[in-house]
């Protein structure tokens, strides 16, 4: 009959043994963008899609999705990170058909739904405008603590806002997981965005 401290020590090994087979499946993920899952909130809005559909964040449930706010005016930092993000979506290949670019407006007053259509399209097909009221568009940006403020016009009415530029990144379930910026490298959207698909 084999003792019990024996049994103990063959219990306890093989334990160990499946502990560490289990750890072996895990799939451990590193993140090229900064990871923020614990701090970022889910995915919540109540805005109005380029189409002039009202949309909410269920409608993209199942698809990954970047958050941006910016406005079709702006003269540098939108066009460009909005180029990275298209970028990264086509280099996806077939999965980028499950990522969605969702553009805020900050600029409510130009950003007609005609317009922001037009620009959103000219960069992605997986792009979509979204606007409504100020206090819509603020409640959106308060929860994801942006800041934006009109500058000053000039004689032709004309102005610049004045926004944060940081991209935000949602799982397929709507749960917030990454920041980036403009600066981010296209090839860095396209690693992280992919291992969220493969989730």
Request: glycine share 10%.
């Given at each position: 009959m084999m003792k019990p401290e024996r049994r103990h020590l063959l219990l306890a090994g093989a334990a160990l043994s499946?502990?560490?087979?289990?750890?072996?499946?895990?799939?451990k993920q590193h993140w090229d963008l900064d990871y923020v899952g614990t701090v970022l909130p889910n995915l919540k809005?109540?805005?109005t899609a380029d189409t002039g559909q009202k949309v909410t964040a269920k409608?993209?449930?199942?698809k990954v999705v970047v958050l941006y706010f910016g406005y079709t005016h702006?003269?540098?930092?939108?066009?460009?990170?909005?180029?990275?993000?298209?970028?990264?979506?086509?280099?996806l290949g077939p999965q980028?058909?499950?990522?969605?670019?969702?553009?805020v407006s900050v600029d409510p007053a130009r950003d007609t739904l005609p317009v922001l259509h037009a620009y959103t399209q000219a960069f992605s097909p997986q792009a979509v405008g979204l606007t409504g009221t100020m206090e819509?568009?603020?409640d959106v940006a308060k929860r994801y603590h942006v800041a934006f403020?009109?500058?000053?016009?000039?004689?032709?009415?004309?102005?610049?806002v004045n926004h944060s530029a940081?991209?935000?990144?949602?799982?397929k379930s709507g749960r917030g997981t990454l920041i980036g910026s403009d600066q981010s490298p296209v090839k860095s959207i396209v690693h992280d965005l992919r291992q969220l698909l493969d989730d």
């Open positions: 499946l502990g560490l087979m289990l750890t072996g499946c895990g799939k809005f109540d805005l409608d993209y449930e199942g702006c003269p540098d930092v939108c066009p460009l990170t909005m180029s990275h993000l298209a970028e990264a979506v086509k280099e980028g058909k499950d990522v969605r670019i969702l553009f819509q568009i603020q403020d009109d500058g000053k016009k000039d004689k032709y009415g004309n102005y610049v940081a991209i935000y990144v949602f799982s």
